[in-house]
């Protein structure tokens, strides 16, 4: 229905930025909300950031708050998070998401999430 694929992920040093990109396809109207979720060994899957599929203010994680900038294209469907002064606990496995739900988007739990990519992994060297 929806598939996702990111990119851009790689090994950055601390303070370097990085630009994750997420292309979507398929049935893509269905969508309400896109999402960046996160995950390092040994830790839960946690959310980044997240926007509305129609636009409007984004939300972030108030440990990337400041720091990353989630943005999408609607032309090109797709999402972007913009990764400046990466700290070595950035490094995780990065998913992109959408959701067919009417949930509130602001809410980064990422369970109700509908499709995922298959990830991009980001690697921060201190």
Known sequence: QVQLVESGGGSVQAGGSLRLSCAASGYT??????????????????GVASIDSSG?????????K??????????????YLQMN????????????????????????????YSWWGQGTQVTVSS
């Open 66 to 79: 400041g720091r990353f900038t989630i943005s999408q294209d609607n032309a090109k469907k797709t999402m």
């Open 85 to 112: 002064s990466l700290k070595p606990e950035d490094t995780a496995m990065y998913y992109c998401a959408a959701s067919a739900s009417h949930a509130w988007c602001g809410d980064l739990r990422g369970w109700w």
């Open 56 to 64: 409007g203010a984004p939300y972030y994680a108030d440990s990337v």
């Open 29 to 46: 109207d269905r969508t309400t909300c896109m999402g960046w979720f996160r995950q390092a060994p040994g830790k839960e899957r946690e």
